[in-house]
């Protein structure tokens, strides 16, 4: 975690920032404020659109970006994806004229480190909402290279140890009683966590590094995540059915990881006799939405949101197997990509879920 003495001397030799505001009155408050705040200490740039922002984030690496909330047609949430994906390591500070706490949970989840209320607007408290920011934004650079390094550390000797106790079930069959009652916890115990491992290595990596963005086959990516699941045959016996799907721009190891998530949770949440997925596409003026109709267990309309969030789980894991982060690192990765997911459900079981993914100025075609 970034010590204060280390956050002080950041301050006082002077933060890279970048302020965008489309209100030209709005953008000379702050400025003034900032200036009457550190002096001439900052270096403050000023876009006043998004489309400048790819190019001024490949040029500079800020070390604070203050966002108005409202910027023309889009919001913060529409913007906030991809200034983490260009700057994992800045901070963001999000500017609204309504109540900060309000905003905060409008946008829960959302990679933003701060709001502050644009009449809450002083020297003072802009200086202490830049430092709190930097600090947070600090702290989840690290918990995230954090998780990833333990999760990544911990497979290999927790695969040890489940190897032996495989071994030790096949060189021992005549094991019976408690020995080979606890042997069978071992294994059983040992699978989850690598699970666990693999799901949290999964989640870290969407959340971190830049995007590999790429022209990308949907159908390609398709037959990708269902190699990876070792489950090519679920088109062929008809428990997946696939439109013809559009090329997109997107990064394909992180797009096949959501493919892989939505179809498994598709075929596992499903207490039907013949488990079924549709997975369908539309293309519009602005992108490309994607589908994935099952007709499982479904959603509980009240639950449809939390099953989105990191470690949450409808079900326990003597009911349906699973480690709560499939969905999680869905958002993350769509979310990155500018894009929204969301479901929808009835949650009467039998009718299922569609999880819907849209992606906005990918350059469908």
């Known amino acids: 975690m970034i010590e204060e003495a280390q956050l002080d001397s950041l301050v006082t030799r002077g933060l890279k920032i970048l302020l965008i505001e489309d209100d030209e009155e709005d953008r000379f408050l702050i400025e003034r404020i900032l200036r009457r705040s550190t002096g001439d200490r900052h270096s403050i740039d ?36 991809e200034l983490t994906a260009q700057s994992e390591s800045t901070a963001i500070i999000v500017l609204t004229g309504k109540d900060a ?36 934004r600090d ?25 032996a106790a495989e071994t030790l079930s096949l060189v021992l069959p005549s094991l019976e009683g408690d020995s080979k009652e606890l042997l069978d916890v071992l294994c059983s ?9 693999s799901a949290l290595h999964d989640f870290s990596m969407s959340q971190a590094g830049q995007l590999s963005v790429e022209a990308c086959s949907l159908e ?11 489950m090519a045959d679920v088109i062929t016996d008809g428990r997946v059915f696939s439109d013809s799907l559009p090329q997109v721009s997107v ?21 039907s006799k013949e488990p ?19 007709n499982g267990i479904g959603i509980a309309p009240s639950k449809i949101s939390a099953v989105f969030r990191p470690m949450y789980r409808l079900h326990g894991a003597s009911e349906y197997k699973g480690t ?22 009835s949650g009467v079981e039998g009718e299922g879920s569609t999880f819907i993914i849209r992606l906005a100025g990918t350059s469908a075609t």
Not at 66 to 72: A, E, F, N, P, S
Not at 105 to 118: H, T, V
């Open 251 to 271: 990064d394909p190891k992180l797009f096949t990881h959501v493919f892989q998530n939505l179809i498994q949770n598709a075929l596992k949440y499903n207490a």
């Open 189 to 197: 115990d040992c699978e989850n966590l690598m699970s666990t491992l």
């Open 220 to 230: 390609g990516i398709l037959e990708s995540a269902l190699s990876n699941l070792n």
């Open 139 to 163: 702290q989840q650079v690290r918990l995230r290279n954090f998780s990833r390094l333990v999760a990544h550390d911990l497979m290999g000797p927790v695969g040890n140890v489940k190897s």
């Open 324 to 345: 709560g982060l499939g969905l999680a690192v869905c958002k993350e990765v769509v979310e990155r990509h500018g894009g929204r997911i969301w479901a929808e459900s």
């Open 101 to 136: 706490s309000g905003a905060d949970e409008a946008a829960f989840g959302m990679a933003i480190d701060f709001f502050l209320s644009k009449s809450d607007l002083s020297p003072g408290g802009i200086d202490r909402a830049i430092r709190y920011a930097i600090r947070n």
């Open 276 to 294: 079924r997925l549709r997975i369908s596409a539309t293309i519009g003026s602005t992108g490309c939405e994607l589908r994935f109709s099952d």
């Open 46 to 81: 000023w876009i006043s659109s998004s489309t400048e922002l790819s190019d001024r984030l490949r040029e500079v690496q800020y070390d604070a970006i203050l966002l108005d909330y409202y910027l023309g047609t889009k919001t913060a949430e529409d913007l906030v994806a």
